[in-house]
């Protein structure tokens, strides 16, 4: 009797590890995939060779208002949101914590100044190159968790699935367009940037490829579904 006690005991205590392993899995290499968006920033900034297209964008916008870097990429990812969700995109819990730990994130990085500053070429293009790597593995992590995509990737699946093209194609159009608007608000444009605008639709491809990532297959839970999943793992109901 006592030893068919402890087995029910520890094979629940085991379930309930194993749950609360799961989402603290999910947290982590959500937190981990912002994390690296972040640093790709902050490294492209750091490059002195220009800024990503959508950081142009976001200089823009902080030579106009007076905001940080961080700020403008929340109030733009807000506003993405917004367009994304109107032509069907759910809107998840990795979607609101995209918008607002990345922006965060980037500002800590470049308050506590943990990635250095270029000094010369060699270094900025290897920062460069380093800024598309860790944008695109970054971006490989938090899509996968399946709780909402960035506001950004999320407008690059969106119209991936409208339009049937692929990653490289979509990721390229939207770049442009944000490099285009950013520089007419005053951002700043290098051959980083025009490096950015063309190679990173592609470094995300070969990253998905090698991961063999189909970002098709992937079925985002909503805010609601989100909140569910969480209130399942806690409750240890089956997920």
Known sequence: MFQNVLTMYLSK????????????????????????????????????????????????????????????SIIVGIVVVIITSIIGLKVGLGTIANMI????????IIYTKIIPVSNNLFTGILMMIGSLLVTAIGSYLYIGCEMGCGPRDGLMIALMKITGKPVSIIRFCIEMGALIIGWMLGGFVGIGTLVTAFGIGYCVQIVYKIFNFDVNSLKHRNLKQGLIFVGQCITNKTI
């Open 13 to 72: 205590n085991k379930l309930k590890r194993g749950i609360m392993n799961k989402i603290f899995g999910v947290i982590i290499k959500m937190a981990l995939g912002f994390f690296l968006c972040a640093s790709g920033t902050v490294l492209a900034l750091n490059s002195h060779l220009g800024l990503s297209p959508w950081d142009v964008f976001h200089q823009g916008l902080t030579n106009v208002t007076g905001i940080t870097i961080g700020q403008a």
């Open 101 to 108: 730990v990345i922006g965060c994130f980037i500002d800590l």
